[in-house]
């Protein structure tokens, strides 16, 4: 694998030296790496979107076969890469080696998910409404409608998944597979790691016979140059993974340009677990050890991380929180991602922990060396939560809010405060989670993933996967970044009326060529149109 230049990739090309410089950071060893990487120009920027637009008619044209055997094939690039990919990104996060490898794994897997899925061609909902000239008292057009893809997309990458949510993951991956062009703002943390990962996809969009606007990938700040980016009047929609203030950011560009375009941005999550005093009383250790592993996993860096823990006060129930506080004591402190997290989780836990009314039940064990963040457990009784909305901030890292509340109806008004949330956890019996009707019905209605008697960390890459939920988990509770649905992100339906059947779309003809499994005047059928 050839040497780190630190350049922006514009197609086939690659950026120019003129932008600011920047060396990534080792948390860990607590020191700058090597290599110096070039932030993009604007001239960069105009290239790339520049590219992607030329690129955008043939990629729309393009087979699912076709786009399968490119995703496949970058799937098995990556898999040869893995040692380098995982190296280097252990050198830009702290994460260990096994998570690098486990999330390569999960990004290979979306690939070949999405080549499955556009191979068989079903996800393109094709429908077709057939003609009827008879038909009283106006006659019934023919008309026949798909999934077509968006344009030009532009992925912001995120900072606590290098590689799951980065320059190859879930919107990438997605993007491509719906035929878009995609643009990737790599993020700076880790723009090793990400420029490996660039030029295998460029590697794949040379084997493929692809045009070269297909990929392209900046570097930079996501404040400078992902603004430029954002801004430019041929993108067609955006992917984004982080903060919420990064996420609004976005949101706000897009909805006043010219042209308003969509974006998908996975932002703020506390993921509520509700514990039910049965649950605790059955099973009350088994339940702390697996929610201490969910809450420090990682060092508390994942977006379905459980920052908020719900139970009534009950003789079960403080028993319980004194054996999670064991755990959290236990518990070793990890290295942050970056010093910048490492300082809004410390800033952020002293706030909490300073304001009236929190308990701190435990601490994990501290070393005292830069870039650590120690375990912490938090109470707070409801009344207090309910009249602060600060305690309502998402808190980045491993701590966890307990909210004592006196009984379930006070459990409910605590859930009625919510935002929107990527997961909601309900534990308890199976008698309980049965007679829960409404306690149910509001975890479904606050999340887009609803787990009982587990934990929400950890994410099922799969078809019926929801990663998304109401605002501010996700800009718009509709749709999901993880799973095969993830591709309708990157797509619009176009109706086709009373077109030749040689000018139609191959999915749309009356052959039926592809066989695909098609909605024919309401009925689902394999079979051609006759």
Request: a neutral charge.
């Amino acid at each position: 694998m050839s040497a780190l230049t630190g350049l922006s990739y514009l197609g086939f090309s690659r950026g120019r030296v003129g932008g600011r410089t920047w060396k990534a950071f080792d948390s860990a060893l607590w020191n700058d790496l090597p290599e110096v990487f070039h932030s993009a120009t604007a001239a960069d920027v105009a290239t790339a979107m520049k590219l992607a637009a030329q690129a955008t008619p043939v990629l729309a044209a393009l087979s699912g076969k076709a786009k399968a055997a490119f995703l496949r094939d970058l799937a098995t690039r990556i898999e040869a890469a893995t040692p380098a990919l995982a190296a280097r990104a252990q050198q830009e996060t702290s994460l260990p080696e096994a998570r690098c490898l486990g999330e390569i794994g999960r990004t290979m897997g979306q690939l070949r998910l999405f080549a499955d899925l556009v191979e068989k061609g079903d996800w393109l909902d094709a429908r077709l409404e057939l003609a009827n000239p008879d038909r009283k008292p106006l006659p019934k057009p023919d008309h026949r409608s798909m999934c077509r893809p968006l344009g030009p997309v532009a992925v912001f990458c995120a900072s606590n998944f290098p590689f799951a949510y980065s320059v190859a993951g879930g919107d990438t991956a997605s993007a491509l597979a719906a035929g878009n062009p995609v643009v990737v703002m790599a993020h700076h943390a880790h723009p090793g790691t990400a420029e490996i990962m660039g030029g295998l996809i460029v590697d794949a969009v040379r084997a493929a016979g692809l045009p070269e606007g297909t990929f392209s990938m900046l570097m930079g700040d996501g404040k400078d140059v992902g603004q430029l980016l954002a801004k430019h009047p041929a993108l067609r929609a955006i992917g984004f993974t982080g903060s919420r203030t990064g996420g609004r950011a976005l949101m706000d560009i897009a909805a006043e340009r010219e042209v308003p375009i969509p974006v998908y941005a996975e932002m703020s999550s506390l993921n509520p677990v509700v514990l039910l005093e049965g649950a605790l009383a059955a099973r009350g250790e088994a339940i702390a050890t697996g929610l201490a592993a969910s809450c420090t996993l990682g060092v508390g860096q994942f977006c379905t991380q459980p920052g908020l823990l719900l139970m009534v006060k009950t003789p079960a129930a403080e028993a319980f929180v004194g054996q999670l506080a064991a755990h959290f004591r236990n518990a070793p402190e990890g290295v942050m991602l970056t010093p910048a997290i490492q300082k809004a989780y410390v800033t952020g836990l002293a706030a909490r922990e300073t304001r009236g009314g929190i308990q701190a039940f435990s601490h994990g064990k501290g070393s005292g060396k830069p870039g650590r963040a120690l375990p912490t457990l938090l109470a707070v009784g409801a009344k207090t939560f309910l009249s602060d909305r600060k305690l309502q901030a998402e808190l980045f890292g491993p701590s966890s809010l307990i909210v004592w509340c006196d009984d379930l109806a006070q459990l409910s008004k605590v859930l009625e405060s919510l935002e929107g949330n990527l997961t909601a956890t309900l534990h308890g019996t199976d008698e309980e989670v049965v007679a829960q009707v409404a306690l149910r019905a509001q975890l479904e209605a606050l999340a887009g993933r609803v787990v009982v008697n587990g934990f929400p960390t950890g994410v099922e890459v799969s078809h019926a996967i929801v990663h998304g939920g109401p605002y501010p988990s996700l800009s718009d509770g509709r749709s999901t970044s993880v799973g095969s649905n993830a591709i309708y992100r990157f797509t619009r339906l176009v109706c086709y009326q009373n077109h030749p059947d040689a000018a139609l779309p191959v999915e749309l003809q009356n052959a039926n060529p592809l066989g695909l499994s098609r909605l024919v005047n309401g009925v689902r059928t394999s079979d051609a149109v006759k």
